[in-house]
């Protein structure tokens, strides 16, 4: 089964400062990994996602994510915080075997303060 | 392009009346979801369907119901409401079966039980 956990249900960091939020999988098979972000009151959109093409990935507004299997991690960074980037911050994952690939699982999010 | 679209946005309901939410996706995505958002516990799958005519338990999946309809629609039943449902509900599409692509979400549906 697939799993998902995020270190720190709420991360504060300043403006200009670098972002890291932490994920960790759990997975019997190669998975695929996601981020997700929501701004209030609104649904998620896709920050950027693994699909074992390339261990490092870039996304969307600066963000990039890191797949490292040795340590089952896919932890979230950007260089430099933007007032904007102010959100809750979602891992998710899913299998790429016939019995685990339909399942979309989530961690339980992390927000994300910026401090001017 | 409308996307998902969910309906109702707001409900409130009593302790033991039924609903039914409805989710429709216009990208002809063959996989959707429903999940549940609770204050510090992410999103947790209730049901899924991978294809038209299939459903299947998620994580979270007693007291509620779901019918894939047809390729379009994915509603969500609630027989009798309690609080313990009292939630915001996402729908989600994907265009294939789970996998590397990406899920589209609706904008939620806010239920509270009183």
């Known amino acids: 089964a697939q799993s998902v956990t995020q270190l720190g249900s709420h991360v504060s960091v300043s403006e200009g400062a670098l972002v890291l939020l932490r994920c960790n999988y759990s997975?019997?098979?190669?998975?695929?990994l996601f981020w997700y972000v929501q701004y209030p009151n609104q649904g998620l959109q896709l920050l950027l996602k693994?699909?074992?093409?390339?261990?490092l990935v870039k996304g969307i507004n600066g963000f990039e994510a890191e797949f490292k299997k040795s340590e089952t991690s896919f932890h979230l960074t950007k260089p430099s915080a933007h007032m904007s980037d102010a959100a809750e911050y979602f891992c998710?994952?899913?299998?790429?075997?016939?019995?685990?690939?339909?399942?979309?699982?989530f961690g339980s999010g992390t927000r994300l303060l910026v401090r001017p | 392009n409308a996307g998902v679209t969910q309906t109702p946005k707001f409900q409130v309901l009593k302790t033991g009346q039924s609903m039914t939410l409805q989710c429709a996706q216009d990208m002809n995505h063959n996989s959707m979801y429903w999940y549940r958002q609770d204050p510090g516990m992410g999103l947790r799958l209730i049901y899924y369907?991978?294809?038209?005519?299939?459903?299947d338990k998620g994580e979270v999946p007693n007291g509620y119901n779901v019918s894939r309809l047809n390729k379009r629609e994915f509603s969500l039943r609630l027989e009798s409401a309690a609080p313990s449902q009292t939630s915001v509900y996402f729908c989600a599409s994907i265009p294939v079966g789970g996998g590397n692509t990406e899920a589209f979400f609706g904008q939620g549906t806010r239920l509270t039980v009183v």
């Open positions: 997975s019997s098979v190669p998975p695929y």
């Open positions: 369907s991978a294809s038209e005519g299939t459903t």
């Open positions: 998710a994952v899913t299998g790429s075997g016939r019995d685990s690939s339909y399942k979309l699982i």
């Open positions: 693994y699909t074992s093409a390339a261990t």
